[in-house]
């Protein structure tokens, strides 16, 4: 069981271009999220789905958006990527399924570099 | 809203030795779960414990165990028999007892293990 995969590990983006990072997990979990670790700060929760279809609002959801048309995939877009961006992007799921037990599960990272 | 702070930046540690964590937190839940992370020089975040408000047991996991303290609103770690692989940025993280909800995470403590 790979677990959750992301991509790129790591990319270097001019400021103003759109980037995707892509995020799969062969869990069947149902939830999944998105985090951004800045040194001093710890991990911010960006956005996240409980379910295939339906997406929500975390701590710091400007110039993100997400998608999750299935299960196992939920990439993170920057429409148009600016210096403080620049953060390293952790993609995680959890089961989802009910009675608050729900621990989650990290992927290895992508470092986002915005010139 | 939660909060979660750990006020130690950084720590170290000889082999073999026992190291504490601190961890507290805030919130008027009153279920709800509380973790710890590891994060190793590799980036990946790896569970190391968790812990479930209503239990009163504290949660162990071999070298690794908490003390809870629910009415002082604390959750340290201690590390027994401290190893070189030990070495990492440690994250506290609370989580609401609901079926999906995000972990809000501290800002971590920089432990180094010395030979």
């Known amino acids: 069981i790979a677990g959750i995969t992301q991509a790129p590990t790591s990319q270097i983006l001019a400021a103003g271009r759109r980037m995707t990072l892509r995020c799969t997990q062969d869990?069947?979990?149902?939830?999944m999220y998105w985090y951004r670790q800045d040194l001093g700060l710890g991990l911010r929760l960006i956005h996240y789905?409980?379910?295939?279809?339906?997406?929500g609002k975390g701590e710091v959801p400007d110039g993100y958006s997400v998608s999750r048309a299935n299960t196992d995939d939920f990439p993170l877009t920057l429409a148009s990527a600016v210096p403080s961006q620049t953060s390293v992007y952790f993609c995680?799921?959890?089961?989802?399924?009910?009675?608050?037990?729900?621990?989650?599960?990290f992927g290895p990272g992508t470092r986002l570099t915005v010139l | 809203a939660q909060t979660v702070t750990q006020s130690q930046p950084e720590m170290s540690v000889q082999e073999a030795e026992t190291v504490t964590l601190s961890c507290t937190y805030d919130?008027?839940?009153?279920?709800?779960?509380l973790f710890w992370y590891k994060q190793p020089p590799s980036r990946q975040m790896i569970l190391v414990i968790r812990?479930?408000?209503?239990?009163?047991q504290n949660a162990t996991e071999n070298r690794f165990s908490v003390n809870f303290q629910k009415a002082a609103k604390s959750f340290s770690l201690k590390i027994s028999d401290s190893q070189l692989g030990d070495t990492a940025m440690y994250f506290c993280?609370?989580?609401?007892?609901?079926?999906?909800?995000?972990?809000?995470f501290g800002t971590g403590t920089r432990l180094q293990v010395f030979p």
């Open positions: 789905s409980n379910t295939a279809g339906t997406t």
């Open positions: 919130t008027s839940e009153s279920n709800y779960y």
């Open positions: 993280a609370f989580m609401k007892a609901l079926n999906t909800d995000k972990l809000i």
């Open positions: 869990m069947r979990h149902n939830a």
């Open positions: 812990q479930e408000a209503y239990k009163q």
């Open positions: 995680a799921s959890s089961d989802g399924r009910g009675h608050g037990t729900d621990t989650q599960y």
